[in-house]
């Protein structure tokens, strides 16, 4: 068979293999049946390098000085993982999994939510002291290009020599996925001066401010208001370019304000055709979001907006049935505090480009009961600058409504909102699904498509929803489409 398959043209080869490309068990079959098969398979086999310690760093460049493997770096690498830590802690958890099932074996006893989680934070302090890549200069990667950088354990990014010989051999990054803590801002855009001009796409998952986790003081509506970064007052220009990226998101971040993202990167190098802007979860001040729509020509380029008017944790609907958590609910763009008019920012520009606009999670109790959430996505449209109706280019307006079923969430939920309503509300606003649909109607004479996507575990209550309260919301002439997506239970 082997003679039979190498007087295949190698073009044909490449054409097989890219058309079995997701089958990997296949394509480690095939890579065995001459170099030529093994050549153009490697090419999918071998796509990405994950890092962890300074052993792995050792390995990979003693593994990839061999010039056998040379073809790998040169041609096939095109995605690189670091997690510092990583290998070290899930050790630890892996002896502690072991230890628990002896004790529930010998003893017939499991440890306290307690003990584990001081057994999780001490393990972490343990098995970290730094994040920093290790001295160890690695092959360049000319293929290479996304940077995941997983880091969730509290220890800053520091700007040594190491870090630079680390982001050296990537040079030419399109896309970073970022899990990461620098010491202030300044450090950030060292880090992507570090990454080149080539960026496409820029997720932030938890990217904090080490001097804003240590000098934070309390606000008066409750959150942290942060010092003003060293890195703010420099009269030097920052030397990194976002000119080129098309694509931002803001990604469910835990930190307390990513305001920095705004004022001291995205407002020194501004995108000059950001086509998607992505933001979840509570991330932003209404100062920082509404600066960040006006920057530049980003209203003329956008084409895809998503936003969180109200963010709660997927997690905590499973922990809010423990004693041990409490859940907490805030409102998106809350600064500065006041009447809920004051969350709103200030739109300048017409988006000319906009084709698409999404807003979710929205969370509502029984019977499509809006929270203030919907009445906020109402005043945001309302405050859209007027253009001409007939150029308005938006085909998808989408709403992810998530029904909560949980009595305890269900309780706290409309708690809060009462709460929220008569601070921030001189008198209290119905939400009325006419007239939402009247304004959207007005506001994007072009639109193709309503869809209202609804996330919940519970089929029952699922067609409740679908057969007594959706036909309250008018169908805008064909429009409206309902759809029922799995997406919050892969959250859990």
């Not at 760093?57 to 990583?86: H, L």
């Not at 989408?398 to 909560?404: E, G, K, Y």
């Not at 004479?445 to 409740?464: A, G, I, S, Y």
């Not at 759809?483 to 892969?490: D, F, G, V």
Request: net charge negative.
């Amino acid at each position: 068979m082997g003679k039979s398959t190498d007087s295949f043209p190698q073009e044909l080869i490449q054409v097989i293999v890219d058309q079995l490309k997701d089958d990997k068990p296949f394509l480690r079959d095939i890579s065995l049946l001459s170099s030529a098969w093994c050549s153009a398979a490697r090419t999918h086999l071998f796509t990405s390098i994950r890092l962890s310690d300074e052993a792995d760093f050792k390995r990979c460049k003693e593994d990839f000085s061999r010039s056998s493997a040379s073809e790998i770096v040169q041609r096939c690498i095109r995605k690189v993982t670091y997690e510092p830590g990583n290998k070290s802690f899930m050790n630890k958890i892996k002896q502690f999994t072991e230890t628990l099932e002896q004790a529930e074996r010998e003893n017939g006893e499991c440890p306290s939510m307690e003990e584990i989680f001081k057994f999780l934070t001490a393990s972490t302090k343990e098995s970290h002291t730094s994040v920093d890549p290790p001295d160890v200069p690695l092959p360049t990667f000319e293929c290479a290009f996304r940077l995941d950088w997983i880091s969730n354990l509290g220890i800053p990014v520091h700007d040594t020599p190491a870090l630079r010989q680390f982001l050296s051999a990537f040079p030419n990054l399109r896309r970073v996925d970022l899990s990461i803590l620098w010491s202030d801002a300044h450090a950030a855009q060292v880090f992507f001066g570090l990454c080149g001009n080539q960026l496409k796409v820029i997720r932030f998952r938890e990217a904090q401010l080490q001097v804003d986790r240590i000098e934070a003081a309390p606000r008066s509506d409750g959150r942290a208001t942060r010092p003003l970064p060293k890195s703010r007052v420099k009269t030097q220009r920052p030397d990194f370019d976002f000119t080129s990226v098309e694509e931002l998101e803001l990604d469910h971040t835990r930190a307390e304000n990513n305001d920095y993202i705004v004022h001291d990167l995205l407002a020194h190098s501004t995108p000059t055709n950001l086509r998607i802007l992505r933001i979840d979860g509570d991330v932003l001040t209404g100062e920082a979001f509404g600066k960040l729509l006006n920057l530049g020509n980003i209203p003329e380029t956008l084409e895809n907006l998503h936003i969180d008017p109200v963010w709660i944790d997927p997690r905590q609907f499973v922990l809010a049935s423990f004693k041990y958590f409490k859940l907490t609910i805030s409102p998106l763009f809350s600064h500065p505090p006041g009447k809920y008019g004051h969350y709103l920012p200030t739109l300048t520009k017409p988006f000319s480009s906009l084709q698409h606009l999404s807003f979710g999670l929205i969370h509502l109790v029984s019977k499509l009961k809006p929270l203030q959430t919907l009445t906020w996505v109402y005043d945001f449209i309302s405050s859209f600058p007027s253009s001409t109706p007939a150029s308005s280019p938006l085909k998808t307006f989408t709403l992810n409504l998530h029904v909560v079923t949980l009595p305890v969430l269900t309780e706290v939920l409309q708690s809060k909102n009462s709460e929220r309503v008569s601070e921030e509300t001189e008198t209290t606003r119905t939400f009325s699904w006419k007239d939402f649909t009247l304004l959207l109607s007005k506001k994007f004479p072009n639109l193709e498509e309503f869809r209202v996507v609804f996330h919940t575990k519970d089929e029952v209550q699922l067609m409740e929803i679908l057969f007594h309260d959706v036909p309250s919301i008018p169908k805008m002439g064909g429009l409206r489409k309902v759809e029922w997506s799995e997406c919050y239970e892969q959250l859990l």
